[in-house]
């Protein structure tokens, strides 16, 4: 395939804030006096703020809460996790993920960002990769989550490119399946269990190139 243009998932792929959605869920859990674990957490990874909430609600058993409770208690999860993103380092990015950006730039790719997370250019921002981004399509831009393949479709028209020269890098399988339905090539980033319908899986981007990107895609 001929590749123009590569869209990334944030959490999972580009930095870890998973955790810091936990600790601010875990919270709202506490408060509603409940326990939700890490276990319970994986079901939140990839998926929209309030979809969260209810899955939560699921686990804690809680069906009684009107719609206005429920926006207050994701306003106040979200608040929660603003505080802690605004308190993380740059140096919190994924372990060769900013060389790999570099990389795609100085081969004429085009980037654009893929995300459920309302706040996503925050994010992008406190670690500095802004500058490397073409195009941002976050949860701000889309009605559709994922699966639903909105948010790459998006992607590519705001790069101006046909999803057949699209790869997309996800790490959740909602995302993988997304990238799929919009026609894109997808690198799975974690366990190749989880992620099989992706072309290829890879734990992260330690040692990857562009030039391996090309080439696993191509065999
Ligand atoms: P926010 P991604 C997703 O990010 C997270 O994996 C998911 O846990 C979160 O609920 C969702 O963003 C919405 O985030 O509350 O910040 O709008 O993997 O799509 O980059
Ligand atoms: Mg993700």
């Not at 306003?75 to 060769?96: C, G, R, T, W």
């Not at 790719?109 to 996503?120: D, E, P, V």
Request: negative net charge; hydrophobic residues 45%.
């Amino acid at each position: 395939m001929k590749i123009n243009a590569c869209i990334f998932d944030l959490d999972g792929v580009i930095v870890d804030t998973a955790k810091y959605h936990y600790l601010a869920w875990k919270a709202l859990a506490d408060k509603l006096g409940f326990e939700f674990t890490e276990v319970h957490n994986e079901r939140l990874k990839g998926v929209s703020r309030m979809d969260s909430l209810e899955i939560l609600l699921e686990v804690g058993g809680i069906t009684h809460l009107s719609e206005e409770e429920k926006l207050k208690h994701a306003a106040d999860k979200n608040e929660l996790y603003v505080s802690f993103i605004k308190k993380m380092p740059a140096d919190e990015i994924l372990p060769n993920v900013r060389e790999f950006l570099n990389d795609l730039r100085e081969n004429g790719i085009k980037i654009s960002l893929g995300s459920a997370s309302k706040n996503a250019e925050m994010i992008l921002e406190k670690l500095e990769l802004m500058p490397l981004f073409d195009a941002i399509v976050d949860g701000r831009h889309i009605s559709n989550a994922k699966p639903d393949p909105e948010v790459f479709l998006r992607g590519a028209q705001e790069l101006g490119e046909a999803p057949e020269n699209c790869v997309v890098f996800e790490d959740a399988q909602a995302g993988v399946q997304a990238a799929k339905n919009a026609g894109m090539a997808c690198v799975g980033i974690g366990d190749a269990e989880t992620l099989g319908l992706a072309d290829f899986v890879m734990p992260g981007f330690e040692k990857f190139t562009f030039a391996d990107l090309k080439a696993q895609l191509n065999k």
